[in-house]
């Protein structure tokens, strides 16, 4: 099975800007989650969503917003973009029913200049 | 509020030794702690869970310790090679949203 797919891999965005990445998961896997990492803050859950329903949310602000499609692939976008939006955004699919195990992406490396 | 956190941000170990990396939680509530790993341009690969209702699990090479007195979870590996070398995050399954918590991280690296 392919893994869990995130494009682009690097951007750069000027402030005031929006970005929209994107996510496809494993095949099968229904949930797909968006964390944003951080030197100094580790892994921050922004949301997850299941079956096009967004289920669970972080403590983020309305810049940063998400959606999935009836295939399961799923896109965040953030917009106004602010100099400590820069961070790597990871993308994390998991099977039904399992909740510790989840499979990540690379990950979409942003840089808001 | 809660919280997950780790005692060490960086260890450098020997190849063939045996790492101890910990970690310190605050959310008695939480079903399962997880062990993650990530290595240097790729997303968390899951290593092991352990339930909270039990106190010692082992996988190929790896031990988890969940010591609830004190509210630590450990992650012991043994023969560390070079491929070992990695950020190790620790982080909780807490509540009924099955929401991840995670730690900071703990960078692991292996001298030859």
């Known amino acids: 099975k392919a893994g869990v797919t995130q494009t682009p891999r690097y951007l750069i965005k000027t402030r005031g800007q929006q970005v929209t990445l994107s996510c496809s998961p494993i095949s099968g896997h229904r949930s797909v989650s968006w964390y944003q990492q951080t030197p100094g803050q580790g892994l921050q859950f922004l949301f997850e969503?299941?079956?096009?329903?967004?289920?669970n949310k972080g403590n983020f602000p309305g810049r940063f917003s998400g959606r999935q499609f009836s295939n399961s692939r799923s896109e965040m976008n953030v917009s106004t973009l602010e100099l400590g939006d820069s961070a790597l955004y990871l993308c994390?699919?998991?099977?039904?029913?399992?909740?510790?195990?989840?499979?990540f992406g690379p990950g979409t490396r942003l840089t808001v200049l | 509020g809660e919280s997950v956190g780790l005692h060490l941000p960086t260890l450098s170990v020997q190849e063939g030794d045996n790492s101890i990396i910990n970690c310190a939680y605050s959310?008695?509530?939480?079903?399962?702690f997880i062990w993650y790993k990530q290595e240097s341009g790729k997303g968390p690969q899951f290593i092991i869970d352990?339930?909270?209702n039990m106190d010692k699990r082992q996988g190929q090479r790896v031990t988890v310790l969940l010591n609830k007195t004190v509210k630590h979870l450990s992650l012991q590996i043994a023969a560390t090679q070079p491929g070992d070398s990695a950020v190790y995050f620790c982080a909780e399954n807490a509540g009924n949203n099955r929401k991840l918590i995670w730690g900071l991280g703990t960078s692991l690296a292996v001298n030859p």
């Open positions: 959310n008695s509530a939480s079903d399962y």
């Open positions: 352990i339930r909270s």
């Open positions: 994390a699919s998991r099977p039904p029913g399992q909740y510790n195990e989840q499979f």
């Open positions: 969503y299941f079956s096009e329903t967004q289920r």
